[in-house]
């Protein structure tokens, strides 16, 4: 009986051990990025190391909401989200557990960082000012908040402020301005505008190109897409603020997940999210530029010159989110 309860416990043991080992070999991450965008990445993860990385998508929303429904049961190690806003808010519900890294720490700025090491920046998307090149010439630019001046009426366009990336553009305004003087800037777009906003920055870019305004800000990819089937749209970028902070920069990034049931293996999946092979991959499919600056970008963003970064943490992105709301409304941007 002794001998037989020896070997039952040798084998319940051993059946544990079977079951970490393949848990260690198995990473499950939650993404709001699409699949074409994730899916190469853990291809080349699996390739590399031999962990498989199983992945659902939807968007941050619901993701974020499965989290908490789920809490201790999840089965997600990761979650992938873009924008700082949405980590921050991610952060803030208390669905990421910190990470000490000296090699994200080392890989990635601590302003594309949230101060808690909640979540990483795994790609910078530059939202700056775009401009018809048949109308305007650089030297008539210069910042974000010139674009409010009386010389624009009439010729700036917008997407519309429902979506967080104007939100996250205002809140680090703020951060930047204070609620007062960040207030008399939109209201000033608002003064400028040349029609209603738009639902998104390619149509907005397609109206600079038409003639139907002559300026406009959007992010970077959106362009490098738009340029990409139509290399001859008369639209060009202009790096905005660079004689103050500089150009207001996001981010698309990831966090480990407070229940998740292999966070070392989450650790080393977003470490090597962080690193040059990866950060290459990453970058040059959505056409952004990489998080961690010992990266060249795509040859295509490299051709429109180097620009300096905003280094306000975007994390403020999110906490300031709601003001920026607030003070969007009262502006009467839509």
């Known amino acids: 009986m002794k ?5 039952l416990l040798v084998a319940s043991f051993a059946a544990v051990g079977l079951s970490s080992l393949a848990l260690a070999d198995e990473v499950v991450v939650y993404s709001a990025r699409n699949e074409q ?37 999840t089965p997600a190690d990761m979650l992938i989200t873009v924008d700082a806003g949405n980590l921050w808010q991610a952060a ?8 000490n890294s000296a090699t994200l720490n080392a890989n990635i700025p601590a302003h594309l960082r949230d101060p808690k090491n909640l979540w990483f920046g795994l790609s910078v998307r530059a939202r700056t000012i775009f401009y018809n090149n048949q109308k305007i010439k650089p030297a008539d630019l210069s910042s974000y908040e010139d674009l409010a001046n009386a010389k624009w009426k009439g010729k700036l366009c917008l997407r519309t402020s429902k979506k967080v990336y104007n939100q996250s553009l205002v809140a680090m305004m703020i951060e930047e301005h204070g609620e007062a003087k960040t207030e008399q ?15 998104d920055d390619t149509k907005m ?28 749209l008369p639209v060009s970028v202009f790096w905005a603020n660079q004689n103050a902070k500089g150009v207001h920069v996001n981010v698309s990034g990831a966090g480990i ?28 499919l959505d056409l952004e530029y990489p998080a961690n600056p010992s990266v060249k970008p795509d040859p295509k963003l490299v051709a429109w010159g180097p620009f300096k970064q905003n280094l306000i943490n975007v994390n403020k992105a999110g906490e300031l989110q709601a003001d920026a709301v607030r003070l969007m409304d009262r502006a009467g941007y839509k």
């Open 257 to 284: 997940v407070r229940h998740a049931k292999n966070p070392a293996g989450a650790q080393k999946l977003l470490e090597w999210l962080s690193s040059e092979k990866a950060q290459n991959l990453f970058t040059d």
């Open 92 to 99: 803030n519900q208390g669905l990421l557990q910190p990470v």
């Open 205 to 232: 870019l397609e109206a600079i190109a038409a003639g139907q305004c002559d300026v406009g800000i959007a992010n970077t990819y959106y362009y490098a897409r738009l340029m990409n089937k139509s290399p001859d």
């Open 185 to 199: 800037v939109v209201k000033g777009w608002v003064t400028n505008l040349a029609t209603d906003v738009f639902s």
């Open 37 to 73: 965008l994730i899916k190469p990445l853990f291809d080349a993860y699996t390739k590399q190391t031999g962990v498989k990385v199983k992945f659902v998508t939807d968007k941050e929303g619901p993701l974020m909401e499965r989290l908490k429904a789920e809490a201790a049961n």
């Open 3 to 7: 001998s037989l309860k020896s070997r």
